[in-house]
């Protein structure tokens, strides 16, 4: 046994022989590392999906979550200039709730919904070699998601003033009217987000990530673009329209990319549609616990925004203002892992190799507290400098700033535990059982309700975020018990191995980021130029000192992430 092996299993001594469940994750790893030193630039696979080809789990997690930091960088940069233009006020809090409720419809039919849904199938299908049935399954349910979903966005646009004051009853007058009308722009994103979740469900299926992973990019700098050309030419609350415009360009684009990207895949669209295709039944049956299952984590977002208005018509915008810094880190490391694994535990799945599934999603549970846990420690030291840089200019003030801070330190408490159940829950969509993580979802929602009545009116806004993470991390426990027993196991004793290194690591970030920050803020002042400095070498500071620290305590997935960097040199 080579050495970089050796050093992924510390715990075991030389010679000793290998257990089945290191045995199935040292292959899953290992075939990472060989899809990576295989994998030759400008090569993009055409045919069927297959874990042999090149550069399959390493190079597209690693070009998802670059892709998809890029977006999030520029979803940053879209909040900074919101929050100049709006700041956290009434009218920023009536386009949160205006978004977010398209957003839940969104999660429930749209392309949250759909993708766990219909990927398994389609790969499936495509894993048997029926490619007329698949691309059949895929044209009809292109055709059934667009009607389905025009019919739902001219109801709800027709029923707003009724339906949207129950999900903030704290706003009144201007705000509510500002509320509704806002929804009535925004909803027809539903129809675009359908089609755009079966495309990108082909795409997947192919293991063709990119146009998926820079597509929020476009989203993004579309927004941007569209707000700042339009903003001049409204006036007052008025200039909030800019945005909600933006946002329905935007997704027009988003669009359009991965559409585009289906060229270089052998699907073709067929004009034939059969309703009675035993698939879409299927798919239809599948969606059903899926819908219910991802409709109640967004709900969570909306008891956010539910509570929040009745403690500050502020509540609202500035628990969204912070989970947008929150979904910097959650959406470029837990998002990229769960979606690119996905299409992989979904064939380990067709396929009965149970315990290669099992190594695959346990590499990629350690993998996500790896880089999760130390992120969350940041946050919470570094979260008021944090939202002082990012937002505080123009209409956004230093009160806004206490307030948005204080949400995002409690966010911080569901990084780790939020990205092991976007993984988890997939796993069980890949297993095609997914009533499980749907009952797990409906107790998550009761407790995250349940917890933000308690709270919300001692602690305000932090008491309301806090409910979230207390939720969440009640959800994974839950998750681990029931698929420890579906697959034999989790390898839970090596996470709860490098979890405790990780740890340890990860305080010493924070007491490093800290005390820089602090030194330098002091010395350098609030000037954008002073801020930017000192809180830029607080994260540089505190990152080297906990790769220096999983370095001497030999945390496994290090050494796996540098022989990956190894032998792609």
């Keep these: 046994m080579d050495s970089s092996r050796a050093s992924d299993t510390p715990d075991r001594r030389p010679g000793e022989p290998e257990t089945p469940e290191e045995a199935a994750a040292r292959r899953a790893e290992d075939t990472a590392v060989r899809e990576a030193e295989a994998f030759e630039p400008g090569e993009e696979p055409l045919g069927d999906p297959a874990p042999g080809r090149p550069g399959r789990i390493a190079r597209s997690t690693a070009f998802f979550s670059l892709a998809t930091a890029a977006s999030r960088i520029a979803g940053l940069v879209r909040e900074i200039v919101a929050a100049g233009y709006f700041g956290v006020k009434g009218p920023m809090s009536a386009f949160t709730v205006a978004f977010q409720v398209p957003n839940l419809v969104r999660s429930l039919f749209a392309d949250a919904a759909l993708q766990p849904a219909f990927v398994p199938i389609f790969t499936e299908q495509l894993e048997k070699g029926n490619y007329k049935e698949a691309f059949r399954l895929a044209s009809t349910m292109l055709f059934v998601v667009t009607l389905v979903l025009g019919a739902i966005t001219a109801v709800f646009v027709l029923l707003a003033g009724l339906v949207m004051p129950l999900f903030a009853p704290g706003f009144e007058g201007e705000i509510r009217d500002l509320m509704i009308a806002l929804s009535r722009i925004l909803f027809p994103i539903l129809i675009l987000l359908g089609t755009t979740g079966i495309v990108v469900g082909i795409l997947n299926s192919y293991d063709r990530f990119g146009a998926f ?87 969570n977002l909306l008891i956010n925004s539910f509570f929040g208005s009745l403690v500050d018509d502020r509540g609202p915008a500035a628990i969204d203002k912070a989970f947008r810094i929150y979904q910097l880190p959650q959406g470029i490391f837990s998002v990229a892992i769960a979606t690119v694994l996905f299409p992989t535990l979904a064939r380990f799945a067709a396929r009965g190799a149970r315990d290669d599934l099992r190594a695959t999603m346990a590499n990629g549970m350690r993998q996500i507290v790896f880089v999760l846990l130390p992120a969350a420690a940041a946050v919470l030291v570094l979260s008021e400098p944090m939202v002082r840089l990012v937002y505080q200019r123009g209409e956004f003030t230093a009160g806004q700033t206490d307030l948005v801070s204080t949400a995002l330190f409690w966010f911080a408490f569901s990084l780790p535990t939020n990205g092991l159940f976007l993984l988890l829950t997939r796993t069980f969509f890949s297993l095609q059982r997914p009533w499980l993580p749907t009952m797990i979802s409906a107790a998550n929602l009761a407790i995250t309700a349940f917890a933000a009545l308690v709270l919300y009116r001692p602690f305000g806004i932090g008491g309301i975020v806090a409910s979230t993470a207390i939720a969440t991390a009640g959800s994974v426990a839950a998750q681990c018990v029931v698929l420890r027993g579906q697959l034999g196991g989790l390898e839970l004793r090596r996470l709860l191995d490098s979890g405790i290194r990780i740890a340890l690591a990860s305080a010493a970030l924070a007491a490093v980021s800290f005390a820089v920050w602090d030194v330098l803020d002091h010395a350098l002042g609030r000037s954008l130029g002073g801020q930017t400095v000192s809180l830029m070498s607080a994260l540089g500071a505190g990152g080297l000192v906990y790769l220096a620290v999983v370095r001497i305590l030999r945390v496994p997935e290090l050494e796996q992430i540098m022989r990956l960097l190894r032998r792609r040199s």
């Design 213 to 299: 992973a820079i597509a929020p990019l476009f989203w993004n700098v579309t927004i941007i673009g569209v707000l700042v050309l339009l903003a001049p030419a409204f006036h007052g609350d008025n200039r909030i329209y800019a945005y909600a415009i933006g946002i329905l360009a935007g997704t027009v684009v988003q669009l359009l990319i991965p559409v585009f990207d289906l060229r270089h895949t052998p699907f073709r669209f067929t004009r034939r549609i059969d309703w009675r295709d035993p698939n879409v039944r299927r798919v239809l049956i599948l969606m059903l616990p899926v819908t219910i299952s991802l409709g109640l984590i967004n709900f």
